[in-house]
């Protein structure tokens, strides 16, 4: 078989615990004879900061950009939070978008039937959701210059952070919100703050422009951020695909998150540019974060990093076959009421990451 | 009595309607001796812009400084939708707030008991929900220079916003959040995006040195928008007043508002700063929008006017016991099960905009 080269960096917090148990699915479909990983392993955010010195290690950018994919588990803790701006884990995660190239972030929204009570919301709004939705994810107020905090002459500090979009970065997301459409609802609901923000009248002139020319299909509509986050919150389901600016990207995709009530569920994934051999970086991760007030304790859910692999079989290496048998198994270990403990519901059987693990193993 | 002099703005859709029903309430409390109101009316919005061409007249702001308070009925509708960005509706709701400098908008997330059946989130969980966003609103991204859309040489454009804030604007948002807390549960959240944006670096600290040097009572923590948005959502009762930018407080704002499930009760008010003779700017308006769907039919709620009309009683006239027997009054029609379309549940009674007026009336 063909051989796929893999850059894991499990992070902190819960992130190695659940890697773990994606390495022994990834083992399994090795000896299923489905495929071949080569799989090098790197440090990022707190980890890189404890072993280096800082977030993200030259080492860690170099074997990204020489692997066909990267799986992260999680970043950051309280025992790195105070560390000066420049240097925190968060500028870890930044940095490898931003050096990948990595503008298209995928974060779906979708709402098991097994889980559905989980929301804090009523089981009508959730049940059975399904929304994608895609965030620019290098551009915007994330890295717009100029930016930073100046002392004036009267002593007042002012700080200051730019939001920018050229046409090409909207267009290029525009682009992949409206490829992944047609292959659901052909519905994209793109979100901006035109009727205040100038960069956001030209991110709805250019959606326009790109459905008019390239995608008659899609049917196409635009809200505001603060009524697309009331409309999460009212009627979550209207939605199929929405595609916003990064900040409010970061906003929605949240909202959406918990939504679902199973933050421990919801993968996600961050793609870049094909380059001209085809060649496309993309990286993988949970949206839960690194949770260290449970790591090293057998309570995490691996769900969350073992589907976002299976995002990855289906993004990176399209393979969707065991894409699917992995979801099926994680859906009949649900329906069969085995839960880790954030997903814990009355007369279940609760159970460890480990054994979370087992249990998708034995489904597979 | 004295004399309050009320410029009141009917702006458009169902503004007029809502805005009559005030005014009945307005002239029982003149009728009972308790006050004296001057009202002038005036022109927002798409009125503003069919009566004079442009959104906000001069006449309206200089009525609006001229008076002790002003209250807004809602403003835009599809028919000025398509007019270019620096003429449309809302240009007039940003100038008004700008030029009267505004800076304080205080928006109350209040589910009343007999509604909150009406929230899409399980009653549990928002039941006795009572939380106050205040949100700054004279600057951050909204009003930051330099803004605007260029072509560059190469014939793609570029769109740019600028987020900026001082320290003294920082701190006297603060403080508004602060002393509101004092009267409250003294709890305050400051949302920020410290981890990405410096602006909102320099924010954290100036929202620190405050707490530490004028509010020793005030219990200070801090959150990330995108976890304050998924807060929301988990765990709304968690809040006691929440305190952030412009942009942020946008988006938050309607979220909570969502979560009572009935935006058509929902109030804001929006302070300026005293000035050296002890005077206060002030626009009081309904956080719903103008729906001209329904707008002339009698269907309108008009209680969210009424209840911003309170609002205006308790920060700008200090006329507590009216502001506290009006809202008893609406908690009475609204526990006898007295309706507007909007709030409908079963069994309750279905009334009009001006019935709903009556009943209000009638319990005072
Ligand atoms: C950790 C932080 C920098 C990051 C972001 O804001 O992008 C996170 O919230 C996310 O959404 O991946
Ligand atoms: C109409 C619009 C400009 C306004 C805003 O964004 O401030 C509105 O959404 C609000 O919250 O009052």
Chains 1, 2 share one sequence.
């Not at 519901?345 to 054994?355: D, H, I, L, M, S």
Request: hydrophobic letters at 45%; one cysteine or more.
């Amino acid at each position: 078989a063909d051989v796929k080269k893999v850059l894991v960096l499990p992070g902190d917090g819960i992130g190695p615990e659940v890697m773990t148990q994606v390495r022994r699915i990834m083992g399994w479909l090795e000896d299923a004879g489905k495929v071949k990983f080569e799989v090098t392993e790197g440090l990022l955010g707190g980890a890189a900061i404890d072993a280096t010195g800082g977030p993200m290690p030259d080492e860690t950018l170099t074997a990204a950009k020489a692997s066909d994919a990267v799986l992260l588990g999680a970043v950051g803790g309280p025992k790195w939070d105070d560390l000066p701006f420049d240097i925190k884990p968060e500028r870890g995660l930044l940095g490898i978008r931003k050096e990948l190239g990595l503008f298209a972030n995928l974060r779906p929204a979708v709402v098991f039937d097994a889980l559905a009570e989980a929301s804090t919301l009523k089981l009508d709004v959730v049940k059975g959701l399904d929304i994608m939705i895609v965030r620019e994810l290098t551009g915007g107020i994330y890295f717009g210059q100029p930016r930073g905090i100046e002392t004036l002459p009267d002593g007042t500090r002012k700080g200051l952070n730019s939001l920018v979009y050229t046409t090409p970065e909207i267009t290029r997301i525009g682009k992949v919100a409206m490829d992944l459409a047609m292959k659901r609802g052909k519905k994209v609901c793109s979100v901006d703050k035109a009727n205040v923000l100038e960069c956001t009248v030209l991110w709805r002139e250019e959606m326009i422009k790109l459905q008019q020319e390239q995608y008659p299909e899609i049917e196409l509509s635009h809200m505001y951020v603060d009524n697309a986050s009331m409309q999460l919150v009212r009627n979550p389901k209207q939605f199929d695909v929405m595609v916003t600016t990064n900040m409010f990207g970061d906003i929605l995709s949240d909202t959406a998150a918990m939504l679902t009530g199973s933050l421990g569920m919801l993968p996600s994934a961050s793609l870049g540019d094909a380059d001209a051999n085809g060649k496309r970086y993309a990286l993988y991760e949970p949206v839960h974060g690194s949770a260290p007030d449970i790591a090293g304790q057998n309570l995490a859910n691996p769900l969350a990093t073992i589907l976002s692999f299976t995002m990855m079989l289906r993004y990176s290496f399209d393979m969707m076959a065991e894409a699917d048998l992995i979801e099926q198994a994680i859906q009949t270990v649900l329906n069969a009421g085995i839960r880790t403990g954030d997903i814990m519901q009355e007369g279940a059987t609760k159970v460890g990451t480990v054994e979370m693990g087992d249990a998708v193993l034995k489904e597979m």
